[in-house]
């Protein structure tokens, strides 16, 4: 007599890479994000001026971590400068009760009480030289000064960005590290956000990807993007799942589609790719987001939970021997 036993080809493992510390991450292929003065035209792809991230540190650790944020100026070496440089951005650096567990926080919009918790350091930024291609750097900041989330890995900071004046594009990076003056990465830590608006590659055929998590909850999701300018194509990866088409949008516009989770697919991360055209067009800002079958935002991990999604087709199915 025979057992069949289905087993899948995959296995969900809870990790980090050390390159999770970078925002953007290097797996991403995403050379900046950005965020437009509040007088832009949403046509230059930004929806609403303003940035969230969270950054997660293992509750392991005690000694002090730094957040750091490369060019955090409009204007010079990077920047999208529209007419003349007159572009005010606000970081906001948040920690404390409510940072990461106030619902407002976790949402695609800046709404309601989403600058929740203990408000830590702020700084506005023009276009000083000092930090035009340069690092600037907040902390030292204890992990403890975060709020604790279990969900979420970790003591949690949010760090938000809003273009206050001007209609120049602000773009910048990232990194959470051990120092305050080099980018040494944390041990376990990892960034996160709801809403991700950012610049994609200028050359031809490269491959940007975003990494939302799909819990054990979500049954379905429904992606959205804005102002993708019809530029290549968008695909959805996943573990069971291979180059599935996503809806586009082009200049100005939304676009939207929805899709089926299958329960191999619950607990990792699925591979959203944006992929570059031929029509060399530059200086393109995309703003997306994805949510589940309520309504509520997926976060997109900087490196995914699980690690990148690899398609491994059907399940494969072994007989073994009954003892006798």
Known sequence: ?????????????ISFSTKAQAVPAPEENIPFLVTFGKEA???????DNCQTFFFSIPKSLSKPVYIRIF??????????????????????????????SEKDARETDPKGNFKSGNLIHQKVFKNEPEY???????????????EY????????????????????????????STSPNENIPISGGNAFTFEYTFRLNAASNQISHIYPFVDDNVISIKQTNFDFDNDGSIELSSVVTKAYKLKMSGDNETAEDKYTVSPREKGTSLDIQLIKGTKKITN??????????????????????????KYSGKLSIKPIQKNK
């Open 149 to 176: 989330s279990e969900e979420y890995f970790g003591n949690v900071f949010k760090l938000i960005c809003e273009g206050t004046s001007g209609d120049d594009g602000n773009l910048y990076r990232y990194f959470l």
């Open 41 to 47: 035209k949403k046509s230059f792809g930004d929806d």
């Open 71 to 100: 060019d955090p100026g409009t204007g010079g070496k990077h920047d999208e400068v529209y007419k003349a440089e007159n572009t005010e951005t606000s970081f906001q650096l948040y920690g404390g009760k409510g940072c990461i």
């Open 132 to 146: 035009d291609d340069k690092w600037y750097t907040i902390g030292p900041l204890s992990p403890t000064q975060g």
């Open 284 to 309: 393109n800002n995309v703003v997306f987001y994805v949510t589940n079958q309520y309504g509520e935002a997926l976060p997109f991990f900087a490196v995914p939970i699980g690690g990148t999604p």
């Open 1 to 13: 007599m025979k057992r069949i036993i289905i087993l899948t080809t995959f296995s969900i493992l």
